[in-house]
T-cell receptor, first 114, second 116 residues
Framework: GENVEQHPSTLSVQEGDSAVIKCTYS??????FPWYKQELGKRPQLIID?????GEKKDQRIAVTLNKTAKHFSLHITETQPEDSAVYFC?????????????FGTGTRLTVIP | NAGVMQNPRHLVRRRGQEARLRCSPM?????VYWYRQLPEEGLKFMVY????????ESGMPKERFSAEFPKEGPSILRIQQVVRGDSAAYFC??????????????FGAGTRLSVL
C-alpha cells in the first residue's frame, strides 16, 4: 500500500517568515494530494490540494508543489501569522473507482512566534 | 449546509463494553470514510463505505470492529469488547463521489473514545 512520509515533525518560525513542509509518497499511481490543517482538538480542515496533472498550485499565502518523478510534494506558507500555528498533514490517494481513501503523513506541528 | 456531523463528541467506556460512533455525511454526499487518530499521530484509514455497501475495509481490524452505512440514517462504527488500545479520536469524512473534484473529503469534528 501507499506510504507517506512527512518532515519535519515540528517547525518554529518567526511571524512573517516562510514555512516549508515536505512529503514523499511511495505509490506512483497516487494522483491526488491534499493538505489538511488541524488545530488542537478540532477537525482536520482542507487548506489546499493538488492533482497529478499539475506541478504547482497557489492560494493567497499558501502554495503546493508536486514532483511526480521524485514522488514528493511540498507545502509553502509565506508571511506566516500566529493563526497559522497548527498541525499540518499531507495525504495521498488514488482517485479511482473503489479507491479513494487518504494515506496521511505523520504531521508537522507548526508554531509561529509573534 | 451542515457539515459532517459526528456524535457523540466524547465517549467513555469500560473495558469489555461496546462503543457505537455515528456519522452523518454532508448533504448530498454518498461516500463515507472512517479514520482513527492516536495521540500525537496522523490519521489512519479504517473503512470506506457507500450507501448499504462496504467498499474498502482494509484498514479496519478484522475482529471487534464493524461499520455500516444503511439506506436511511447515519453511518455507524461499532467497536465490541473495547480495550484500552482502542482509545483514540475517530474521525469520519464524506465526499460527494469519486470523480474529479468530487473526491474531496470533508471531516467531522471526531469522537474521542476513552476506554477505562
Amino acid at each position: 500500500g501507499e506510504n507517506v512520509e512527512q518532515h519535519p515533525s515540528t517547525l518554529s518560525v518567526q511571524e512573517g517568515d516562510s514555512a516549508v513542509i515536505k512529503c514523499t509518497y511511495s505509490d506512483s499511481a497516487s494522483n491526488y494530494f491534499p493538505w489538511y490543517k488541524q488545530e488542537l482538538g478540532k477537525r482536520p480542515q482542507l487548506i489546499i490540494d493538488i492533482r497529478s496533472n499539475v506541478g504547482e498550485k497557489k492560494d493567497q499565502r499558501i502554495a503546493v508543489t508536486l514532483n511526480k518523478t521524485a514522488k514528493h510534494f511540498s507545502l509553502h506558507i509565506t508571511e506566516t501569522q500566529p493563526e497559522d500555528s497548527a498541525v499540518y498533514f499531507c495525504a495521498a490517494s488514488k482517485v479511482q473507482a473503489g479507491a479513494n481513501n487518504l494515506f496521511f503523513g505523520t504531521g508537522t506541528r507548526l508554531t509561529v512566534i509573534p | 449546509n451542515a457539515g459532517v456531523m459526528q456524535n457523540p463528541r466524547h465517549l467513555v467506556r469500560r473495558r469489555g463494553q461496546e462503543a457505537r460512533l455515528r456519522c452523518s455525511p454532508m448533504k448530498g454526499h454518498s461516500h463515507v470514510y472512517w479514520y482513527r487518530q492516536l495521540p500525537e499521530e496522523g490519521l489512519k484509514f479504517m473503512v470506506y463505505l457507500q450507501k448499504e455497501n462496504i467498499i474498502d475495509e482494509s484498514g479496519m481490524p478484522k475482529e471487534r470492529f464493524s461499520a455500516e452505512f444503511p439506506k436511511e440514517g447515519p453511518s455507524i462504527l461499532r467497536i465490541q469488547q473495547v480495550v484500552r488500545g482502542d482509545s483514540a479520536a475517530y474521525f469520519c469524512a464524506s465526499s460527494p463521489g469519486l470523480g474529479r473534484t468530487l473526491n474531496i473529503q470533508y471531516f467531522g469534528a471526531g469522537t474521542r473514545l476513552s476506554v477505562l
